[in-house]
């Protein structure tokens, strides 16, 4: 009859705890993978045209993992790129001259890698407060990242390649539909505006 009563006590406080224990949307524990699309920003490192800075289009592939309640580190990286194509008619001072007559094409892909580090202060404020502000399915953080990578630039009759370099800040949020698979909109630099799934390991 013990062993019985034993039983259905832990059968019970299993059943409370679960009922009453909320999962928090990040914690210590979170391992998540993530892809999006959007706009990014990244430096040129060019030799030959010197340093500039040019927005491209971007598939985006990130990881993060906890290392705190509030934070986690992680990777980002992906593969973009742009084209533009230009023509021009010889016009110069009002008068016809085949000779301004131009074609040209500017373009690139590129592949950047970096490192991530953000502070999910949501959780830290669901915490501290002690009501149900949805924390078990919404995350908001923001925090930092670095990087480098290379981009092959193409213009009419050439092609180079050259190293980029990156860094900067993002805010973003996470919005879960389940345990598992959620939504992810993120700003900042370099990636812009960026907005993809995530999903947890």
Request: no cysteine; proline share 2%; aromatic share 16%.
């Amino acid at each position: 009859m013990k062993k019985v009563f034993y039983a259905a006590m832990i059968m019970f406080a299993i059943a409370f705890t679960g009922q009453t224990t909320q999962a928090q949307a990040w914690d210590k524990s979170t391992k998540l993978l993530g892809v999006g699309i959007g706009g990014s920003s990244f430096f040129h490192i060019d030799n030959s045209y010197g340093t500039s800075m040019q927005i491209t289009g971007q598939l985006n592939f990130q990881g993060e993992f906890g290392v705190h309640d509030y934070v986690g580190v992680g990777f980002t990286t992906g593969v973009g790129g742009r084209a533009r194509y230009s023509r021009g008619l010889g016009y110069w001072g009002g008068y016809y001259n085949p000779y301004y007559n131009y074609n040209y094409s500017n373009g690139e892909v590129n592949v950047p890698i970096g490192v991530l580090a953000n502070f999910h202060f949501y959780q830290l404020i669901a915490d501290k407060i002690g009501k149900d502000i949805h924390s078990d399915k919404l995350d908001i953080y923001a925090g930092l990242n670095v990087g480098s990578g290379i981009a092959a630039v193409f213009r009419t009759n050439e092609t180079r390649i050259v190293p980029i370099a990156f860094g900067g800040v993002q805010a973003g949020a996470r919005y879960y539909f389940t345990d598992k698979i959620g939504v992810n909109l993120e700003v900042g630099f370099p990636k812009l505006v960026h907005g993809g799934m995530v999903f947890k390991l």
